[in-house]
Every structure is written in structure tokens, then in C-alpha cells.
């Protein structure tokens, strides 16, 4: 999976468990970074979601998850 495909899934999550609007979701969650698999063997990607707090927490939540699924992403 590529970041660029994590981030859609990670939107299109947000969207069907909470509603809301697309464009919306799309600058709470923000870009995924990449990390260096040397240091991050077990997950190398990560966000800094920005938002109200029930927007972050409600991504902080489903990162826990999706990180579990996805741990290591591509560039891209």
C-alpha cells in the first residue's frame, strides 16, 4: 500500500464511521509521513492529525487500528 492509498482509506473510514464532509477529514488527517524502515521496523509511517479534539481523537483511534493493517507503507 502507499501512503497516498492510506491516507484515501483512512478518509473514506472517517467518513463512513462519522460523516462529515471529505475535504474536511482530508486536512484533520493530514499527509502521512514516511519513516526509514531502519529505525522504524515496525511501523513506518505516522500523522499529525490537527483538528478539535473529538476530530483528533477520533483519528487517533482508528491510526491504532489501521497501523495493526498496515504497518509498513511505500512512498507514493
Aim: glycine share 6%; aromatic share 4%; with cysteine.
Amino acid at each position: 500500500m502507499t501512503a497516498s492509498e492510506l491516507q484515501d482509506l483512512i478518509v473514506s473510514t472517517l467518513l463512513r464511521e462519522h460523516g462529515g464532509l471529505r475535504r474536511r477529514w482530508r486536512i484533520v488527517v493530514g499527509p502521512v509521513r514516511l519513516h526509514d524502515l531502519a529505525t522504524h521496523a515496525h511501523c513506518n509511517w505516522s500523522l499529525a492529525p490537527s483538528g478539535d479534539y473529538r476530530e483528533t481523537d477520533r483519528v487517533e483511534r482508528l491510526l491504532d487500528r489501521m497501523r495493526l493493517d498496515h504497518p509498513i507503507v511505500t512512498s507514493g
